[in-house]
């Protein structure tokens, strides 16, 4: 019952390995793409597949209010729906009730909202959470939690912890386990360590088939986000996926998967596809930028993807100064592939023991020096 | 030198051949899928070739302004700038000066436009047309003309069309002759049958590789375009291609080629594709649309298209409703393969003396039933 995690190799405190879903098998370390509203936006499923993907993440507040939980079920499964046959990875809505939606009232039961789109009230508990997860056939469900804000006092992280494992162990309960579908807990606790040790050792006691650290990525900056998961990862056990939520850029996936992190997911690659920021092995690059107008070269010298084999940075300018949708179709596409890229890389070189050497490598020569707004 | 035509087979007026040139061989009748700015909107040029399309149409007054034609022949021409291998057509620009550029004055020289984009003075001339197709290394060039406004006298249809044959010597002068590239004529003089009679002799005394009928699809209506296309398709010559500018719906194709036309270009499939509106064998349907919101079914049956064959109308509802790019990618992909598929479906009516048969049976079963805007 449930998924299945294999360690294959270790590098200091890295591990690489495949999870092993309805769905299929994922490589791990992991980055998945996010899939807001049962499309990763600009991308053809299959085109996301190419990149090296594995798995999606769907967002469960997004979904819930529209096209509904209970359509894309009746439509046969997310899924289907997408048509992506591959592993999905569903968040529980937590956060995204926190961060976009109106009005809300937080009890012991859940949070009363109103939708963003239409104002429209909304009930999210962890059962009703775990129901629609369930309906969108996710094969990796995640508990129901409160989103802490950051920065917060000792006192109301606690307090929003413990809520949070009372959540998670009513989404235990209300999770229907299935071979092949997994349930992961949410460890929180902000930037304190006896909090998120507290966390993690209360969501052992529940049990569960992955561990994710949430609370982070909210503005903390990436030395406290380090310093939080030094501290958090000895509390979590050695057999299961870790996930790291919302995280990150890749020098935060680098320093992440050195501290223990198997999985992550972010929009940054494919928001910043949409703005015309492209991801190089020398950092990101505005195509935007004139210098590029008349720039023969691809985007990125070795890259696989279609927008660096087949088109010069000229026509990618070109196309986001003419704000043609392909400019943003290509440019996904290649952040994708870069991102899905630096995996395949931080696999190999856990594989190989050379961990430390790569992250040396790609961080001398990765710098942000060319990022404008 | 220039390009070829080969008729292989016709039923009644209507003919099926290829027309061979530098990038390659364009199977008539032809429907030619715009890509006004370098990029079929919302297509990767790959995808657009899978639809069948064996020429794009280029605009030579969005090109001019932006990326400019010198840049793009700096990058190696608008093949390998947009990553196009087959062949290109593009128009001269002077329909576009008609209907988007600003603060236009018309001469015996020319005609001086200022920008839609920044205001900025262009001048272009027959000769500056030329040059510029020549830089984009367009496969099949159009003369220069002056787009006659409609409704219009006969005594402005004259003048205008006059000037227009004049420019039409001028840009076969300046018309730079290679192996399998071409140059058309645009027979004009609006609604007049001396007019058009007049125009289609001056033309084939200069003598072209091609005739376009110009000035229509200009809000003349469907049957006064097929009384333009009975009168003066007559005074074409049978063994040289006949294009049909900016033409058209389905049911216009279909009923010029039965009056003997082999090319078209128009951008109803792929706008009609980012506005929700696709192309069935039942006639057009808005996805956006309630009642698709629960529907299963794909939008056509036995459509090889991806939005076809791998996603339901529900899907299709969902992603125009949430605002996805996708949505516009897909049913653009959608509506281009309609369009292939019935250009496919005339040629095969053609060689097979079935013509009217496929006709009547597309059209009874083809209806606007339910376009709503």
């Known amino acids: 019952m449930s998924t299945k995690f294999t360690i294959n190799h270790t590098d200091g405190l890295a591990r ?29 499923p299959e085109s996301v597949a190419k990149t090296g993907a594995d ?17 894309i079920a009746d439509m046969g499964g997310l899924h289907k729906f997408m ?52 309906l969108l056939g996710s094969d990796i469900t995640m508990v129901f939690d409160e989103c802490t804000p950051f920065p917060v006092s000792v006192e109301d992280a606690e ?26 807990g949410i460890v929180q606790g902000s930037v304190f360590p006896n909090l998120r040790e507290q966390s993690a050792a209360a969501l052992q006691q529940i049990g569960f088939d992955g561990y994710a650290v949430g609370g982070l990525a909210v503005g903390e900056g990436q030395q406290i986000m380090f310093d939080v998961l030094d501290f958090t990862m000895p509390h979590l056990p050695t057999d299961k996926p870790r996930y790291l939520m919302g995280v990150g850029k890749p020098d935060d996936i680098i320093g992440a ?22 991801y190089t092995a020398d950092g990101e690059v505005n195509l935007r930028n004139a210098k590029f107008a008349t720039d023969p070269t691809p985007l990125m010298e070795n890259c696989p993807c279609p927008a660096c084999k087949s088109y ?24 994708l592939t870069f991102y899905q890229q630096l995996m395949q890389g931080l696999r190999d070189a856990i594989a190989t023991q050379k961990l430390t050497d790569f992250a040396e490598s790609f961080l001398a020569r990765y710098k942000k020096s060319d990022t404008t707004a």
């Open 16 to 44: 690489s390995g495949v999870l092993s879903t309805a769905h299929g098998e994922i490589r791990t370390p992991a980055f998945m793409p996010v899939g807001t509203a049962a499309t990763v936006k600009g991308m053809m």
């Open 55 to 71: 798995i999606l993440l769907g967002n469960t507040y997004h979904l819930m209010l529209r096209p509904t939980a209970e359509l």
């Open 83 to 134: 048509n992506w046959n591959k592993p999905i990875l569903t968040d529980s809505g937590g956060f995204q009730v926190m961060s976009l939606s109106k009005l809300r009232k937080i009890t012991e039961q859940g949070v009363v909202f109103k939708s963003h789109l239409d104002g429209s009230e909304y009930n999210l508990t962890p059962e009703r959470s775990m129901e629609i997860q369930h």
């Open 159 to 184: 307090k929003s912890m413990q809520l949070s494992m009372r959540w998670a162990e009513r989404s235990k309960n209300a999770f229907v386990r299935r071979e092949g579908y997994g349930l992961f």
């Open 257 to 278: 998967v050195m501290r223990g992190v198997d999985m992550f997911d972010c929009v940054i690659p494919t928001r910043a596809g949409r703005f015309a920021r492209g």
């Open 312 to 335: 010069s940075r000229a026509y990618l300018h070109h196309l986001f100064r003419a704000e043609e949708m392909l400019g943003a179709m290509l440019l996904t596409w290649h952040n």
